[in-house]
């Protein structure tokens, strides 16, 4: 008669496991992620300009124009609020890629923090995306910036 007793025992226990894994998952899934935009915004209006025959010389179709993509972030209750801007969008077989020109003010330094600044948001907000093209309109260059995984970690044990 103790083994009956056991066994039941046991199905309860694993019935109220699994119940409560049921929920703790279903719970789980149903929190809001990290913000991660699936597809960028497209806007029709294109400027024509040196970047846009630049991006076409080099066999980019573009797809999209300058863009204001609206932010907002939660400081101790307060809600500030900011944007970012992308230039164009363009698609060279079958990848997307945002575009950032070039700006005489504010020239683009080479650099692991300029870069992580200025561009990373793009990477981070659009994962799909193929990259950033960094336009420069005085050197009639296209850069492609891509975001990747440091493996050499010894460069900053210093």
């Not at 294109?46 to 400081?75: C, N, R, S």
């Amino acid at each position: 008669m103790d083994t009956r007793y056991d066994t039941v025992i046991i199905v309860v226990i694993g019935v109220i496991l699994a119940v409560w894994a049921f929920y703790g998952l279903r719970t789980w899934l149903k929190e809001p992620g990290p913000l991660v935009l699936k597809t960028i915004p497209i806007n029709e209006e294109m400027d024509k300009g040196p970047a846009v025959d630049l991006l076409e010389d080099a066999g980019y179709e573009l797809v999209g124009g300058k863009m204001k993509i609206p932010l907002a972030f939660k400081v101790n209750g307060h809600t500030v609020y900011s944007r970012l801007f992308i230039d164009y969008v363009a698609v060279r077989k079958g990848s997307t890629y945002m575009v950032k020109t070039s700006r005489r003010k504010r020239p683009m330094e080479w650099s692991g923090p300029d870069l992580r600044d200025r561009l990373m948001p793009y990477l981070l907000l659009y994962p799909g995306c193929a990259g950033v093209l960094y336009v420069d309109t005085d050197d009639r260059s296209i850069r492609l910036i891509t975001l990747v995984e440091d493996i050499e970690e010894e460069e900053y044990e210093d």
